[in-house]
């Protein structure tokens, strides 16, 4: 956070604007929304770390976000 | 936006009003652990950067009764929240699983925008559908669109909620019987009230708009700024309630509303907002829960849109 203090080139807004294309962030935000999306595709089991959670595990969090039967499968796929 | 950098500035900001005893207690420094919970906004795109028109996720719990992911202002629009949590890494770890679980159920070629400034918009905001969820909200949703501009609706962010500790709260009290919490809670939404600017300039990441996010009649910025969400060219009423004591905090939003100032009570879109519950009055009897800090875009750097 320092180097932000110090640098105002560091700070999100600044170094947003060198991805800028004729003017436009549209193309960056294209490009990132499809990497973060083949990103999550590829990340194999999103659970890791709920398999024995005290608070909430693995099997209770599928069943709040997908209902009772769930989806395993699916979303294990990506 | 670094959420422990969040923690780390709400320990200061605790710290450096008033310099009495209490910001010397290393009870304060244990804020850094406080409980913390996460809204983040985020809006589904098509591959073209316009709003998709696509229907809320079917796979998913329906969104009315789900506890993590629901539909914010627009259908568009899915708002993530985590449950309150000790350490701001398992906050992030249920934000990747529910972004993980919302990115699985997208349609083919459906994405989800990493700018809190809504993607490319149709001349006429045609595309911008508010979201049909209960009734009582709906209508105010449309009020908000009327009377505001609908596409400055169509804004995403992340809200941080966070608060002391049982633990934080049992050393404070233990150690003096005088101390109000909710002293401690005023101190620190005025520290963050009173440096909104530098948390604008370390986070702000709304640089510029997209394609009609402007209409043809209004002014619009001469260049590139920190933060076009946080400015007046973003969402909001431009009311502040004053952060003096909680009986002026809660006046102030009750005369708003009285006044029209505010569509509602939920309309107070203050960088910092004392909550309790949905009635601003409870904070006067029940004491401030938490605290909930609205002033953070989203970092498109990021695939949670936090870090």
């Known amino acids: ?78 | 936006m670094d959420v422990l950098q969040v923690a780390f500035l709400w320990d200061t900001f605790v710290k450096t009003k008033d310099g009495g005893q209490m910001k010397q207690a290393k009870e304060v420094s244990d804020f850094i652990n406080s409980t913390v919970g996460l809204e983040v906004e985020t809006q589904r795109i098509n591959q073209n950067g316009e709003l998709s028109h696509k229907a809320y996720p079917k796979g998913l719990l329906n969104e009315r009764k789900h506890h993590f992911i629901k539909n914010d202002f627009l259908e568009t629009q899915s708002e993530l929240i985590t449950p309150p949590t000790k350490t701001t890494l398992k906050g992030l770890k249920y934000l990747g699983v529910y972004h993980q679980a919302l990115r699985s159920e997208l349609a083919a070629k459906e994405y989800l925008w990493p700018y809190s400034m809504p993607p490319k918009l149709k001349a006429d905001h045609s595309d911008i559908v508010i979201a049909q969820t209960d009734p009582k909200s709906y209508e105010y949703r449309q009020q908000v669109a009327k009377i505001r501009k609908i596409e400055r609706t169509a804004e995403t962010g992340v809200h941080v909620n966070i608060g002391f500790t049982k633990k934080a709260i049992r050393d404070l009290t233990a150690q003096d019987a005088n101390v109000s919490i909710d002293e401690l809670y005023l101190q620190a939404a005025v520290g963050f009230m009173r440096y909104r600017w530098l948390l604008t300039y370390l986070f702000g990441a709304t640089p510029v708009a997209f394609n009609n996010y402007f209409s043809p009649d209004t002014e619009v910025p001469v260049g590139p700024v920190r933060s076009l969400r946080n400015s007046h060219f973003g969402f909001g009423n431009g009311f502040i309630s004053s952060y003096q004591s909680i009986q002026q905090y809660v006046d102030g939003i009750l005369k708003a509303v009285d006044d029209k100032q505010l569509i509602a009570q939920r309309e107070y879109y203050g960088t910092v907002r004392l909550k309790r519950s949905d009635n601003v009055s409870d904070l006067l009897t029940k004491g401030i829960a938490y605290l909930e800090l609205r002033i953070y875009d989203l970092d498109p750097f990021e695939p949670l849109g936090v870090s």
């Open chain 1, 1 to 78: 956070m320092q180097d932000r203090l110090d640098n105002p080139n560091l700070t999100p807004a600044a170094t947003l604007c060198d991805h800028e294309v004729d003017g436009s962030l549209m193309s960056y935000g294209l490009a990132m929304a499809n990497r973060y999306q083949n990103r999550a595709h590829e990340n194999p089991n999103p659970f890791t770390g709920f398999e024995e959670q005290p608070d909430m595990d693995a099997n209770e969090l599928r069943q709040l976000l997908f209902g009772v039967m769930g989806k395993p499968e699916n979303y294990k796929n990506g």
